[in-house]
Each structure stands twice: as C-alpha cells, then as structure tokens.
C-alpha cells in the first residue's frame, strides 16, 4: 500500500477527476484499488452495515451493542455479525471492560471517520431527491 499523502481520503470531484486519479496509477496499484473499493463496496453492500457505520458518523462517543439495538432495530445476531465484520475491517475498535455485567464498547477507527463524509453528502442528497 502507498502513502500518499497528496491525496486526502475524502477527495471529492468529479468523474474526470476520479478518472484523472485512475489513470495516474500504476497497473498494480490500480489493481489494488480497485480490490480494495470492491471489497469496501462489498462490506457497505451488506445488510444494516451502513446504518451500523451511520450510527457511528453522527454519534459523539463510543457506543455500546445495547444503544445500537435499541436505535436501529437490527436482530442481535445480524447487529453482531456487522460489528464483527467492521472490526475484522479495522472501521471499528472494540473494547471490553471487566465488569459484571458485562460492558462492550465500540469507537470508529480513523479509517472509518475518513468514510463519515460520505453520510452528510447522501444526506444533503436526501434533502435535495426523494427515490
């Protein structure tokens, strides 16, 4: 993986800038990027992920499997299958304290706050289209 610092995660544009970008890589960085934007594609793609990740965008602290259940209304296996998954992608960090009972937390990553742009763009969106 490359780090290049000229290019912000939360780069925006147009196509021609994003076709701008794809063209200025070479082969084997291009295919990594594209592996790795399928696979995100393929995460997000999953059922309550991104209410789960949306959850995280707008909320102040860490949050617990508790607040999560009671705000989404996701089943507890699925809501604990998509914390699993974002954690296993490093979106999310999980945090267990010893305590009875039981008290799990989980923070985004910086990784994931670099995605959280993404949910105020499909809000203004969403004020501006209906489906």
């Known amino acids: 993986m490359t780090d290049d610092s000229?290019?912000?995660p939360?780069?925006?544009g147009g196509?021609?800038?994003a076709r701008a970008l794809r063209g200025s890589l070479e082969p084997a960085?291009?295919?990594?990027?594209e592996r790795t934007v399928a696979e995100l594609l393929d995460l997000?793609?999953?059922t309550h992920t991104m209410a789960v990740l949306s959850e995280f965008a707008f909320a102040s602290e860490p949050l617990r499997f508790?607040?999560?259940?009671?705000?989404?209304s996701i089943p507890a296996n699925t809501l604990s299958t998509r914390l699993r998954?974002?954690?296993e992608a490093g979106l999310l960090e999980r945090t267990a304290y010893d305590e009875v009972?039981?008290?799990v937390e989980y923070a985004p990553t910086e990784k994931a706050r670099s995605i959280f742009p993404v949910f105020g763009h499909l809000h203004r969106w969403a004020i501006a289209y209906e489906l």
């Not at 960085?29 to 990027?33: I, L, P, Q």
């Open 101 to 103: 009972p039981p008290r």
């Open 44 to 46: 997000l793609g999953r």
């Open 29 to 33: 960085e291009r295919e990594r990027v």
């Open 6 to 8: 000229s290019i912000p």
């Open 66 to 72: 508790s607040e999560l259940e009671d705000a989404l």
């Open 15 to 17: 196509p021609e800038e």
């Open 10 to 12: 939360d780069a925006g």
């Open 85 to 87: 998954d974002l954690t």
